[in-house]
């Protein structure tokens, strides 16, 4: 047990009855409006001589679509279809080298989706060829979502042959009766043959995706799926709530709500997820995130270098993140901005030799300033609001928190408590302007 830590979380359920976002971003994508794609052309056209970028490529497709999932992905049952999203991708490529170019230095390439391991080894061989030939990615980390179901040694060949270092599986949990329940069937043979596959292929960092609060699910099961988690060694876990708002994701309406645990059970969930791992020597990073005390995600936590983004907690450093494919986002210091979602509008606008970026904001200096103190929250547990234009109002809605010493005020700054490492993104959403009460577009604080 971490003694930095209570021996149990206090237990608040009024702090944590408002959904909240992730906040791997600010402002969030709820925020987004139209914008076209003159912003992105013209941020690219900005980025000084060796800014350091990272790119993050987009593949929305999945040999099989699982219940819970509220991803833009589809279903890679048509070849030609892949085929065609694949080549819009190279020609996506092309159309931002010729703004940036080797201009950029390219610290971190990151594959997500979907399922990356939804296209043929070759199709991703030659994806991250034109990514290599178009920027400078010399000194580039590349990491790789996976589906296990579908991953073969062809496929561990290529992410050898692209010399993928950080490989992250999607495996939810291995119980085989929860597994039913959300729609995705995975034998922990799969799982075991994919972690032995991705060694082999000198991948040094695997890290594993757990869910907590899914329908039916146990304080046995998930201890049993951290268990087996450990026993394979991974390097880095992700323990995520589930977020049930069928509402929003329709796919979601054939599991069964009737089964899923109420709020106290989640927060003990997450609670027994942040003791097994640090009890196995993992360090935390926020309160759902693990890594080996080696691991670079670990050290940047201890060192206070921790950043977020969209794909959440990172080492990486870089200010500008190029989004690449059907609905990818790219972050730039004074804006958001998000290609067309849909796939086969996505294509056309690219084949027709424009950007495709649709929707987005432009971050003021205030929207700036917010932005990095709810990253400093949720990385570094203190952030320094004395610049907040709206500061008395955010003091106001922080009194419930510092009533119940979760937080303290030092000058301009808040500090959270131990106590408070389960609250962080409801004391974050106290900055965020746009936040209303009982919104359902989010997910559960814990």
């Known amino acids: 047990m971490n003694p930095e830590h209570p021996a149990s979380w206090p237990w608040h359920p009024e702090l944590l009855a408002r959904p909240v976002p992730r906040y ?13 794609a003159d912003p992105f052309a013209s941020n690219l056209a900005a980025l000084p001589e060796g800014e350091p970028v990272s790119l993050y490529l987009h593949i929305p497709y999945c040999h099989e679509i699982c219940w819970y999932c509220g991803c833009n992905t589809g279903a890679a049952n048509r070849r030609g279809r892949l085929a065609n999203y694949v080549q819009r991708l190279r020609d996506e490529i092309a159309l931002v ?36 030939d178009a920027f400078d990615t010399s000194s580039a ?58 060694r082999k292929a ?15 699910q146990t304080p046995g099961d998930l201890r049993e799926s951290i268990d087996r988690t450990i026993a394979l060694s991974a390097d880095r876990v992700a323990v995520f709530g589930y977020a049930h708002v069928p509402h929003l ?6 599991i069964d709500a ?31 995130h693990f890594a080996k005390p080696g691991d670079a995600l670990a050290i940047a936590a201890h060192s206070r270098t921790l950043r977020r983004n969209f794909q959440g907690f990172t080492e990486d450093s870089a200010e500008v993140l190029i989004g690449l494919g059907a609905s990818a986002i790219s972050a730039f210091p004074g804006a958001l901005l998000q290609n067309e979602k849909n796939a086969g509008r996505y294509g056309m606008r ?3 030799g424009q950007l495709a970026t649709a929707r987005g904001i432009i971050r003021r200096r205030p929207d700036r300033v917010r932005a990095r103190a709810i990253e400093r929250i949720l990385c570094q547990g203190a952030a320094d609001l004395s610049a907040l234009p709206d500061l008395d109002r955010v003091r106001r809605a922080l009194r419930p928190f510092e009533l119940r010493d979760l937080i303290e005020w030092r000058a301009g700054v808040v500090q959270l408590t131990p106590p408070a490492l389960p609250y962080s993104r409801a004391i974050a959403a106290t900055l965020d302007p746009f936040r209303v009460e009982n919104s359902g577009a989010f997910s559960n604080a814990v």
């Not at 060949?157 to 085989?176: C, I, K, N, W, Y």
């Not at 645990?261 to 309160?287: H, I, K, M, N, W």
């Open 24 to 36: 791997t971003s600010f402002p969030t994508a709820a925020e987004f409006g139209e914008t076209g």
């Open 97 to 132: 080298a010729a703004t940036i170019g080797h201009r950029a230095r390219v610290s971190r390439i990151a594959w997500g989706g979907g399922s990356p391991n939804a296209l043929e080894p070759a199709q991703f061989i030659g994806l991250a060829e034109a990514v290599a």
């Open 141 to 198: 980390v590349m990491s790789v979502e996976v589906d296990p179901r579908a991953f073969t040694p062809a496929w561990s060949d290529a992410l050898s042959e692209s010399r993928t270092s950080r490989v992250s599986l999607g495996v939810q949990t291995f119980s085989p009766t929860i597994q039913a329940a959300i729609g995705r069937v995975q034998p922990e043979a799969s799982i075991v043959q994919t972690v032995a596959l991705l």
């Open 202 to 216: 000198g991948v040094e960092s695997i890290n594993f995706d757990l869910m907590y609060g899914l329908p039916g």
């Open 249 to 254: 994701i329709p796919r979601q309406r054939r």
């Open 258 to 288: 009737v089964n899923l645990p109420d709020a106290e059970q989640r927060f003990r969930s997450a609670e027994l997820a942040y003791r097994c791992f640090t009890a196995a020597g993992y360090a935390p990073v926020g309160f759902d």
């Open 350 to 352: 690219i084949e027709a």
